[in-house]
């Protein structure tokens, strides 16, 4: 048998952060292994097929499509090489609690227009507003984003001190937002993008108006064949670099000498490494994986951290199509503050929800349909609490 000098490389979880973790790791002429518990690499990006359909069951919404060039640009490839992008118009369908819609269009001016229509003079607010925006964006990407917050020292440069003040990180995104605008249905609109953080806009800091920047000016697209498209690129990319995978791979333990990661368990199977990278989620990772005089917090610790709320997600098959939807539709029926002040103040479930995202996949590609049925990746996602 062989042997290899290169040091060897675990990687546990293959969902985006693994796969690209993996892929870095294999172009610097490491020996990398990836375990993936499931049957197939992608995590919560992963799909699965059932009579007929294929079903997206994780991500739907495809933004900041500039950091997905970012990735694949490191390793000399494109987007472009693996799958094809589209550019929603409308980007998606928003449904009020009066029985109103909106289609939000993927042109700016178009949509100021309807901010216009909606509150007066709310045009040159949304200008100055997203050109905020930007500046956070710009500021995030370029400074905060790749450190790996190990340690504040990281953020005590004094240009990056400067530039934290231009990020309004001391003022909440709901009173903001409420500096330009005052139309109840504008609001609504500019807040949904928080609850990708599982917070509440008054409980987030107002530089993620970042988010609205991503969302308005970068605009909502879609990958021909579905959100599935995105992890088989990266799987396919870790394999051209030489990365091997393993699915059906459940780590059960992370195994350390002194100070040091020497290898996992998995599947009652023993595999040596110099190294260990933990892509699973980190409280899982901690409390499961590690034996406690490794751990950097005790079980009261995670007891008492606020979570983010868990999702119910229903995967429904369709035979024909269904009028009046998008491939993403937001329904806002329901007054999001006393919703959300229910489930992070209170800690109360709730019989029925504000927001359910609905994300249908039409004829828009032929590659969507299998034997000339509609499918629908996504419907009815409705956020509940974990308590």
Known sequence: ???SSKKRITVIGGGFAGLASACSLASRGFEVDLLEKNATTGGRGRSFQSDGFTFDMGPSWYWMPGVFEEFFARFGKSVSDYYELTRLDPSYRVYFEDGSQLDIPADYTALRNEFEKLESGSGPKL?????????KYDVSMKDFVWKPSLSI??????????????LDLFSSFSKHA?????????????EFPVLF????????????SMMNYADIKLGTWYPKGGMLKIAEAMTKLAVELGVRIHTDADVSKILIDGKKATGVLYNNSHLVSDAVVAAADYQ????KLMDAP??????????NRTMSPSSLIFYIGVNRKLPGLLHHNLFFDED????????????LARETFVLSLLYIENRRHSSACRDGKHFYPHTCRHRINQH
């Open 153 to 166: 020292t990281e953020f005590m440069h004094p240009t990056l001190l400067c530039e934290s003040f231009r």
């Open 197 to 208: 953080l599982g917070a509440k806009p008054s409980g987030t800091p107002a530089m993620y």
């Open 178 to 190: 409420r500096k330009y605008f005052q139309h109840p249905k504008i609001l609504q609109l500019l």
């Open 294 to 303: 490794f751990r950097n917090y005790n079980e009261n610790y995670w007891k």
């Open 1 to 3: 048998m062989a042997f």
């Open 127 to 135: 200008d100055e507003f997203l050109s905020e925006a930007k500046v």
């Open 284 to 287: 899982h990772v901690e409390q």
């Open 336 to 347: 999001f503050g006393e919703h959300a002040n229910d489930i992070y103040d209170k800690k």
